[in-house]
């Protein structure tokens, strides 16, 4: 009943600006009952908003208007929802291009549709790297249709993890005593977090010599990213003596994580990917004790990557009354393919191809260049994402503040955002381990 409700729905543009003329048809992607897909409609939203009320998209003398059709891919449910939903979007609401997406086991089935119907894809959601890599690469002329905008490909996302993990364990040694920082990872049973829980678990263990962390592993656990309660699994990271736990999560089970994290006092600090705790509504949907919790993130109060970032941000809040997901790049995904279009000077779908390959775009996230796997590039010039903690009630950014991303070559390069702030150690951590 539900994919047949969800299909239904799919047929009808949900936003429609422009009643008359001509319009450019885009289908926002995602799953509509969970922050991250209402996101992804809230950016893009936004986006047609403003293209439309500065005049549309010239295109070879005649002028577009975007049209927006959301499409409930209901991404966190196994089962067809996802596919047919695209399906319907393309065959019956004739989107002309997509944006969005998220979980990956759903992404590769729904890429696979829209280069069947040969549908332009810019990815704003999903970080596996297979989603390109191996795709566009090896076989271009069946998937060079695909693009991704946000976030960084997991590989990326694991560095910057990586060097934000790093520093935690420095600040302990530091500040604590703690030589050989010992460190658990929660990771949710998601296929893209797999490779980020390989990658880590070799780095924490190696030494810091040979450009490692120089700490301890004692243990993963892989929740469902749907779990209700994570009682079980932090007790056991509590026995195992850890004093970081590092998270993955893009899911629901984030809150549950915060929630009873805090609740329970357990004596480890959490740092990692928390795509929940990105959200605005994160302490309130943590019942007040996701206080102190960090992730990887693209927002924070007060943090202008870019001279885009903060008016995206105020404008952002004004409309919706909360800060943005990362999912909410649907908004620089949206501008980046009107952006193509006008240099295309065509709506062909080759030629909007070769315009997106030739991306050089100042976003709300940063500086996007395309590689020839149609990823962005990560790295100080380009994109780099922020580590934000929870502080004071309010998300603020911590890294990169003093990053050094080449001190070998350039020791005198370092990086930071006005705004951010140091990383601060949970109470009940500094409490537990002091002297120990």
């Not at 393309?90 to 969005?100: E, R």
């Not at 929630?259 to 990105?278: M, Y």
Request: aromatic residues 10%; neutral net charge.
């Amino acid at each position: 009943m539900r994919s047949l409700i969800c299909s239904f729905l799919l047929a009808v543009s949900v936003f429609a600006v422009g009643v008359s003329g001509q319009v450019i048809r885009i289908g926002v992607v995602g799953p509509m009952a969970y922050i991250q897909g209402k996101h992804h409609w809230q950016g893009a939203v936004l986006a047609a908003e403003e293209i439309n009320a500065a005049g549309g998209i010239t295109v070879g003398g005649r002028t577009y208007r975007i049209e927006l059709v959301q499409v409930d891919s209901n991404e966190m449910q196994p089962g067809p929802d996802a596919v047919t939903a695209v399906e319907r979007a393309i065959t019956v609401s004739k989107v002309d291009f997509l944006v969005g997406g998220f979980r990956t086991e759903a992404m590769l089935a729904m890429t696979e549709v829209a280069c069947d119907y040969k549908k332009i894809f810019l990815i704003a959601g999903a970080a596996e790297n297979k989603l390109l890599e191996g795709r566009v690469d090896k076989n271009y002329n069946r998937y060079k249709y695909l693009f991704r905008v946000t976030p960084a490909r997991s590989t990326y996302l694991a560095q910057a993890a990586f060097i934000q993990l790093r520093e935690v364990m420095d600040l302990f040694r530091r500040e604590l005593g703690i030589a050989e920082p010992r460190v658990a990872i929660l990771a949710e049973q998601a296929e893209w977090a797999t490779p980020i829980v390989t990658f880590l678990t070799l780095q924490v263990n190696a030494p810091l010599a040979v450009g490692g962390l120089g700490g301890r592993h004692v243990g993963t656990w892989r929740p469902s990213a749907l779990a209700t309660s994570l009682t079980a699994e932090l007790t056991a990271i509590e026995r195992a003596g850890a004093h970081i736990v590092f998270t993955v999560f893009s899911g629901p089970v984030g809150v549950v994580f915060g929630r009873d994290w805090g609740r329970l006092q357990i004596p480890v600090a959490a740092l990692g990917i928390n795509v929940e705790a990105q959200a605005q509504g994160w302490l309130e949907a943590t019942g007040g004790y996701g206080a102190y919790a960090a992730t990887v993130g693209i927002y924070a109060d007060g943090v202008a990557v870019t001279p885009q970032t903060l008016p995206f941000i105020e404008a952002y809040r004004a409309r919706f009354g909360e800060l943005p997901l990362y999912t909410a790049g649907t908004y620089d995904a949206i501008y980046i393919l009107a952006d193509a279009i006008r240099r295309a000077g065509s709506l062909g779908t080759d030629a909007v191809i070769a315009a997106l390959e030739a991306t050089d775009y100042v976003g709300t996230i940063g500086r996007i260049v395309l590689d020839k796997t149609h990823d962005p590039l990560w790295g100080p010039e380009h994109l780099t994402g922020l580590g934000v903690q929870w502080q004071d009630g309010a998300p603020r950014a911590f890294w990169p503040r003093e990053w050094r991303p080449d001190p070998g070559n350039r020791p005198d390069f370092v990086v930071g955002f006005p705004g951010t702030v140091p990383y601060q150690i949970p109470p009940w951590v500094v409490v537990h381990w002091q002297g120990k």
